[in-house]
């Protein structure tokens, strides 16, 4: 938060635009945060396309130029077995890449092979250079001007339908991943569940709407609304898996 309000006033003294590194959806909240008690309101979150997880931060005065902090690769898989997205995440951060010069990573959906991914402008040529496979599978990346028409919504969420006694967060979190209560509180003792990136200590804590679970080694949910009661005194709530 300290660098983003560092970098509000630079952005607001020099009247130069400002960009940081892609931020996770908790480093959002608070960039914004920071961004607000700075008093900057002239900023967004970009990450490519409408709705993606991971944004740069852009710090755009008024009356200054605008730059494209981000860009675009085709990465276009030769072999098998394909590699899916923990390969990819890998074989791009192997390049001697932080996590922050990567966004997000979307599989085509109509062409197995191909995925693409959203990257820092000024790192796109060095993965279009270097990287050469993921996984054990021969891999091409090019630089393409944009994202294909029908991955610019994003990848779609199916979102499901659960009833749960309370809404704390091992009766929730035992809702999502279609287990027992008992099997969500383990999770939670053996320190493998965060809520927002941060980590969650007791399973009677209380979660809100938007909140976004990661369960270590299993993957990651999101409570996408929280509805009314049945007769049977329980909470209607709707939730997808990332």
């Known amino acids: ?38 008093g900057f309101t002239s900023f967004r979150f970009w990450g490519g396309y409408d709705g993606a ?21 085709r990465l276009t898989a030769a072999g098998q077995p394909l590699p899916d997205h923990r390969a990819y995440l890998g074989a ?25 991914a959203v990257a820092l402008a000024d790192k796109l040529e060095l993965i279009a250079a270097e990287l050469t496979s993921a996984g054990r599978c021969p891999v091409r990346a090019e630089i393409c001007d ?16 659960a009833t749960v006694p309370s809404l704390r967060a091992d009766a929730v979190l035992a809702a999502m991943m279609h287990t ?4 969500a509180a383990d999770y939670i003792a053996a320190g493998r569940v ?8 007791a399973a009677h804590e209380p979660v809100f709407a938007q909140d ?22 329980r909470v209607f709530i709707s939730f997808f898996q990332y």
């Not at 944009?146 to 339908?161: K, M, S, W, Y």
Request: aromatic share 6%; hydrophobic share 40%; charged share 25%.
């Open 1 to 38: 938060m300290r660098r983003v309000e560092e970098l509000c006033r630079v952005a607001a003294s020099r009247s130069i635009p400002r960009y940081t590194g892609f931020l996770s959806d908790r480093e959002q909240v608070l960039a914004q945060a920071a961004c607000h008690r700075a």
């Open 194 to 201: 965060e809520i927002n990136h941060l980590p969650l200590r």
């Open 92 to 116: 791009i951060l192997g390049l001697g890449l932080e996590r922050t010069c990567l966004g997000d990573l979307l599989p085509d959906p109509q062409q197995a092979a191909l995925f693409y």
């Open 53 to 73: 997880e991971r944004c740069v931060l852009c710090l755009e005065p008024p009356d200054a130029w605008q730059e494209e902090p981000l860009g675009y690769l």
């Open 212 to 233: 976004v679970f990661t369960v270590r080694g299993v993957g990651r949910y999101r409570l996408a609304e929280i509805g009314g009661k049945s007769r049977k005194d």
């Open 180 to 183: 027992s209560r008992a099997r």
């Open 146 to 161: 944009a994202l294909p028409a029908h991955l610019l919504q994003g990848p779609a969420r199916i979102c499901q339908e």
